[in-house]
Structure formats: C-alpha cells, structure tokens
C-alpha cells in the first residue's frame, strides 16, 4: 500500500530533519578543514604571494553605475521566475491551463499553432525579456568599458581565484573592494554566468522550445535531448551560484554590498537594503500571482487560453 499524501508529507519533513543539521555539519568540518589548510607554511607563502585581489586594467571605469543597478534588478526578478516556471514545466504533470498561439502578427508562422502548457508560455515570455535584458546588458559593459569588470585579462585571476576560494571556505573573507575590483574568485564566477552558463542556457532552451523548426539539418545535428541534458544541469549551476552569491553578500558586508548591487553607492547607507527588500517583495508578489487566475488575462492577448 502507498502512503497517503499527509504520510508522504510527514517523511519528506523527517528527511529534512537529518538533511539540515548534516549538512550544517559538513560545512564545519569543511571550514575546519579549509583553516587547517591555510595555515600550512606552503599554502600560507601562495596567499602571501596571491591574496585574492586582482588588478583591472588601467582603461577601466571605477564604481558601479545605476544602469548595471537597474539591469542586476531586472536579471534577479527574471531569474527566479524562470527558475520557478522551469522547475514546474519539468515536474507539473497536469497542467491547470493551456495556451494556444493566434497564428497572426508577430506571431504569425507557417506551423500551425500548437498547445503549450500556460506554465510554458509563462517560462517561454520570461526567456524572452530575460534574453533582451542581457542583450542590453552585453551592449552597455562593452560600449563603457565595463567588461573589465567581469572579463580575466590575466593569468594571475586563476591562482588568486583559488586564494580567494581557500580564504572563503575558511570563514576568513579575503580583503576586496567590489567598487574598484572583484577578487579572483568573483572575477571568474561573473564571467562564467555572463559568458557561458547564460548563452548555454539561452541555446538549448530555444532547442526545446515551440519555436524550433521540426525538421531540417540543423534539427538533426542538434537534437532535442542533448540540449535537454545540459539546460537542467546549466540551471542547476544557475541555482547555485544564486543561492552562493545572495549568502557572501550578506555575511561579507552587507549593506556596502547592497549600496553597491541596487544604489550605485560606495557607502554603508540603508538605501541599497531599502531597495533590496522592495525588489524581493516585488518578486514573492509575481511568484504568488504566477497562476492562471491572474496570468490568463495577459496570455489572452496573444493566445487562447483554455483549461485542457
């Protein structure tokens, strides 16, 4: 006999039971591990000679403008909900509603218009805006210089990202100075999101989306199922750097961090935390109200919007 769902509920609680303290457990053992390391003589002489710090070069600008505010902004609010929609497109297997293209403006294709999940359609809209966010975002740190910001221009990044990194699982922050220059670390992890993990996503999502031809040579050299075998694992990578960067950003400093992120301010005001918190509302705001009640509405504009 299966359990029912209040049995079902009560195991995953118990297994979140053990889940949580081991895990804090691990984490001690890896900082004990990680200052035990560091205080080694050969591993003390490589942060002596590599502190984590990496200098930019002389052209780049310095501080944080409130256009790369703006954009951060918009990049989280998109990024949750994408991970949201994605995670339900993966797991949901009734649908609540459907979406139905209309087959004419914009939106006219050769293909007839095919039923998609309005989750779907939700995730697929977000893509969209999130894509021409980051388009947007590619032109300005190019056209300013700011791309110094995120792009290594030498080789020093990689011993001082592994610094920083020791420095880090200890519990002993590196010194930085985020409104001159990231450490190693950080330089590294940007330009992995920005360069690589955010196109590769953008790439096979569009390879698994309605709007990719059913046939042709490109179809069959680039098949459905290898572009869904990276997306889960490139969100995953997404979900982690998140979850890592919101937590160093408030235990290494957080309201400079903060004025940095959202005020363009290098000071310990409570402006950037203000604008925090209102962007985090915003977002749990459009998390809740991602359901058909108050998304048909808005699908209806450019598709039928039905419940099976």
């Not at 050769?110 to 947007?136: C, E, F, Q, T, Y």
């Not at 670390?185 to 996503?201: D, E, G, K, N, W």
Request: net charge positive; aromatic share 12%.
């Amino acid at each position: 006999m299966s359990p029912t769902r209040n049995e079902g509920t009560g195991i995953r609680w118990r297994s979140l039971l053990w889940v949580v303290p081991t895990a804090l457990l691990a984490l001690a053992l890896f900082a004990l591990a990680a200052r035990w390391l560091r205080e080694q003589p050969d591993v003390a002489a490589f942060l002596a000679r590599y502190p984590g710090q990496v200098a930019r070069p002389s052209s780049g600008p310095d501080g944080l403008p409130a256009w790369l505010n703006w954009q951060h902004a918009f990049n989280a609010f998109f990024m949750i909900l994408i991970v949201r929609t994605g995670w339900q497109v993966r797991t949901q297997t009734r649908p609540e509603a459907f979406w139905t293209r209309n087959n004419k403006g914009l939106l006219r294709l050769k293909r007839p218009p095919k039923k998609i999940s309005l989750i779907l359609w939700l995730h697929l809209s977000l893509d969209a805006m999130w894509v021409i966010n980051g388009a947007l975002f590619y032109v300005l740190i190019f056209s300013t210089g700011h791309w110094t910001r995120i792009v290594p221009t030498d080789w020093d990044a990689f011993p001082n990202a592994l610094s920083a990194a020791i420095q880090y699982a200890s519990l002993q922050w590196p010194s930085e100075d985020g409104w001159i220059a990231y450490n190693g670390l950080q330089l590294l992890s940007y330009f992995a999101v920005v360069f690589i993990a955010s196109p590769l996503a953008i790439l096979t999502g569009l390879r698994m989306s309605p709007l990719w031809p059913a046939e042709g040579t490109l179809t069959r050299v680039y098949p459905a199922e290898l572009a869904r075998r990276m997306h889960y694992p490139t969100m995953m990578f997404l979900v982690a750097f998140i979850v890592v960067h919101v937590l160093l950003v408030l235990t290494t400093g957080a309201l400079n961090n903060l004025n940095h992120m959202y005020a363009a301010r290098n000071d310990e005001s409570w402006i950037g935390f203000s604008l925090f918190a209102v962007s985090t509302v915003i977002t749990v705001v459009a998390c809740v109200a991602a359901r058909p009640l108050f998304l048909t509405p808005v699908a209806s504009i450019s598709g039928k919007v039905t419940s099976r």
